[in-house]
């Protein structure tokens, strides 16, 4: 295997890797704020109505873009499981400055 | 809750998660390219030390930007172990061609 390419090719996807660090950073701080905005309210974690929606667009720009939409749910749930587990603890917390 | 704050929120998420898919889509693009390479040389789908030292830069940035290294470390595994699944079916069908 030519050597300069794979350097080219990798040097590209640890491009690629640090913007999706760089993405999944910055939503989840919206998401940060979006669990205190739920906890102050009493709304729930979790909000499987939105979720369903945002899977379906999710599947329907994975097709568009050529890959594999079962995957890209993957991903996506990882970070909803890791958005819920966020939002939970905010609210325990809240929760314990209520009690 | 302040259902126009919330509105403005996701539609940042969305944005961003559209982002992601296209990133990844690219991603692995690359991986295949680079798959198809490996196979027609007879290289391991998989390399460890490679891995090693991404995961480790991808701690660094993702420390940075204020992201917990450990959530960045399960999404690269889940992508790099969908890279090395796609890898062994290319290495699979090469296979096959010579037989």
């Known amino acids: 295997?030519?050597?300069e390419i794979l350097r080219e090719y990798r040097a590209r996807i640890d491009e690629l890797d640090e913007q999706l660090i760089?993405?999944?950073?910055?939503r989840f701080e919206i998401t940060?704020?979006?669990?205190?905005?739920?906890?102050?309210t009493g709304l729930p974690a979790a909000d499987p109505q939105?979720?369903?929606?945002q899977i379906a667009r999710l599947h329907e720009i994975?097709?568009?873009?050529?890959m594999d939409p079962v995957f890209g749910e993957k991903v996506f749930r990882?970070?909803?499981?890791?958005?819920?587990?966020h939002h939970?603890?905010?609210a325990d917390k809240h929760g314990d400055l209520e009690a």
């Open 22 to 26: 760089c993405l999944l950073a910055e």
């Open 50 to 53: 939105r979720e369903k929606e």
């Open 32 to 40: 940060k704020t979006v669990g205190e905005l739920k906890a102050e």
């Open 78 to 85: 990882l970070i909803v499981d890791e958005v819920i587990r």
């Open 88 to 90: 939970l603890q905010t």
């Open 62 to 66: 994975a097709r568009n873009e050529g």
């Open 1 to 3: 295997m030519n050597t």
